[in-house]
Each structure stands twice: as structure tokens, then as C-alpha cells.
């Protein structure tokens, strides 16, 4: 059996232990793997076969979503899909297609530059994301007419900025297993960043569950805001770093071995 990760960093220097513990517990198991860094190296598109029964997403980087595509047209297998991998990058996209199957998000726009997206709301605090950001990266809170200088480029993609607690509740899952970690926001340090593994209750549950449906998504993270209408999804990433959950690299890799059995 072989499996191939797609990632964004050599194993080593990636941020979230999950990437090396997952490969050590891959080796473990006698599955043979490999790598590919698409910005690191020489990859010839004329060489490049699919020599692996999985290919595994653990960046969800434009350049690796390329490359995930090019080798899903050559036959690969990938977890996730490059089809839901590739419409989850898109917030805007995902955030209209979960509105509009009565998931609860909030209220957002699209605005060519920060005033604009500000004069949408009113007097509400919104927030600002890039439109294909990941990891928190560009994400800026506007509260006063000074915090819209500090912004620049576009196009913004832009939310309501509704928060009743200083925690998020990130939701993890992995095929039928769910996780919840409370955490604090933002999260500055490891500690913070591992959080505290929570109950998952039923109406969570179902929640995940409906997303991952909808969006075709195996492996995968929600963001939750406790907001004053309740829990919004402000977030779904696909390539989610799992922290916090319990022997989360063991977790994903009896997934991953299941797939390629």
C-alpha cells in the first residue's frame, strides 16, 4: 500500500505535529510514503504519474490544489476530494452554499475594498478575510472608521462580527468520528491552540455531520461562534491541523489505512 501527502512543508518543519506523528504512525503500519512540497522542488508535469493508492491533502494551498486536480485527472484517488478541497478554498462560495441549505452563518458580503464592505453593515463591527485566506492570516476585526486605513487591497470578503464569549468552538471530524475543542480567541500560544476538548452534543453533531454532506467533505473543521442568534459557522477548512483532539495522527491515520486497504 502506498500513500502520498500532499503538503506545504517538509516533514519536520511542519506547524501542526499532527503531519510528522501521522507519518510515523503510516510507517508504522508498513504503508509505504511519500511526499510532494509543489513550492520546493522541480516537479515535470510530463514525468509526474500517480504511483500511490492515496494521495492525502494537508495543505489546502492554491499551488497544491493544482496539483491535486492534475493528478485526480490522471486517475489518483485523494482525501478530500480535489472537488471539495477546491470549493471549501473558496469562503464566499462556501459560506453561500451553507446559507443557502439553512446552516446558520452570518450576515456577509463581498466589497472591493474595506469602506465599502463597512458602509454594507452600518454601525455593526464586522470582520474583513481575504476571500481565499487560511489560518487566520489577513483576518482584521473593524470597530471605528481608524481600523479601516489599516486594510488594504481587496477584494474583502466580509461578516457581521457577532461574539458572546472569547472562546471558538473548533469542530473536528474525521469520517464518522467528531471532536469539539473550545478554544481561545485568538489563540496565541500551543497551549491555547490545544484548548480544551469538549462534549460534542447532539445538535453539534448534526450539524457537522450536515456540512460535511453537503459539501462532500471526509476529513474536515467547522469554526463556531457563539454569536447573539447562537452558534454560526464562521469558517470550514479541509485541511484542519485537528489540535487538540485526542490521538488525533492515530485517529486520521486508521482512516487514511482504510481507505487504501
Not at 511519500?34 to 510530463?46: E, K, M, Y
Not at 471539495?84 to 464566499?92: C, E, G, L, P
Amino acid at each position: 500500500m502506498k500513500v502520498c501527502l500532499l503538503l506545504k512543508r517538509p516533514l519536520g518543519d511542519a506547524r501542526s505535529p499532527v503531519v510528522n506523528e501521522l507519518a510515523e504512525e503510516l510507517q508504522r503500519r508498513n504503508i509505504s510514503l511519500s511526499w510532494i512540497l509543489p513550492r520546493s522542488g522541480f516537479i515535470d508535469l510530463n514525468r509526474l504519474t500517480v504511483d500511490s493508492d492515496l494521495y492525502v491533502f494537508r495543505t489546502s494551498m492554491p499551488l497544491v490544489l493544482s496539483l491535486g486536480s492534475i493528478l485526480h485527472d490522471r486517475g489518483a484517488h485523494l482525501v478530500n476530494s480535489v472537488a471539495a478541497s477546491s470549493f471549501v478554498r473558496d469562503k464566499a462560495r462556501t459560506t453561500a452554499a451553507l446559507m443557502a441549505a439553512g446552516f446558520p452563518v452570518p450576515k456577509t458580503c463581498f466589497a472591493g475594498d474595506a469602506r465599502t464592505a463597512v458602509s454594507g453593515f452600518g454601525n455593526v463591527p464586522i470582520v474583513i478575510k481575504p476571500p481565499h485566506g487560511s489560518g487566520g492570516r489577513g483576518v482584521e476585526v473593524v470597530h471605528t472608521e481608524a481600523d479601516i486605513h489599516r486594510i488594504n487591497g481587496g477584494p474583502h470578503f466580509a461578516q457581521t462580527y457577532d461574539r458572546c464569549s472569547p472562546y471558538d468552538l473548533k469542530v473536528f471530524v474525521i469520517d464518522e468520528e467528531v471532536f469539539v475543542v473550545r478554544r481561545q480567541f485568538p489563540a496565541l500560544t500551543m497551549e491555547q491552540k490545544h484548548g480544551e476538548l469538549c462534549a460534542c452534543d447532539a445538535a453539534i453533531e448534526r450539524l457537522a455531520r450536515g456540512v460535511g454532506r453537503l459539501l462532500g467533505l471526509e476529513v474536515f473543521g467547522l469554526d463556531l461562534v457563539e454569536s447573539s442568534c447562537g452558534p454560526v459557522i464562521v469558517d470550514v477548512n479541509s485541511c484542519p491541523g485537528l489540535i487538540g483532539v485526542p490521538n488525533a495522527a492515530r485517529r486520521l491515520a486508521n482512516y487514511i489505512a482504510g481507505q487504501v486497504c
